[in-house]
């Protein structure tokens, strides 16, 4: 009986820590809202200009009809904002990743 408990906790603990990694599925910036799936234009119309932008690279996906296209990745970054850095990930001027940190 107190394996089984052990197990209990330990898979609860291990749940537990992992809903902390998760990544966040929407942005809010001033009073505005952004989502996953948002385009470049969206975002910078709803919350101006990044702090930062980078490309990051090339990402060959697969579209929904089957065709193979190159697409750049950017990463956009907000803040600092309550100590609070946010990191957009864009793939083919689309929002795919949300990110924060706390800054220095």
Not at 35 to 47: F, G, H, N, P, Y
Not at 58 to 75: A, C, L, P, S
């Amino acid at each position: 009986m107190p394996y089984r408990s052990l197990a209990y906790f330990s898979f609860l603990a291990l749940l537990l820590c992992s809903n902390l990694t998760w990544a966040s599925s929407t942005f809010r910036c001033n009073s505005r809202l952004v989502s996953l799936d948002a385009s470049t234009a969206q975002v910078r119309e709803k919350c101006g200009a990044p702090a930062s932008s980078t490309v990051i690279g090339y990402k060959e996906i697969v579209d929904d009809y089957g065709f193979r296209q190159e697409v750049v990745v950017e990463e956009w970054i907000y803040g600092p904002n309550h100590g609070m850095y946010y990191y957009l990930r864009f793939e083919g001027n689309r929002l795919r990743g949300i990110d924060s940190r706390r800054g220095n």
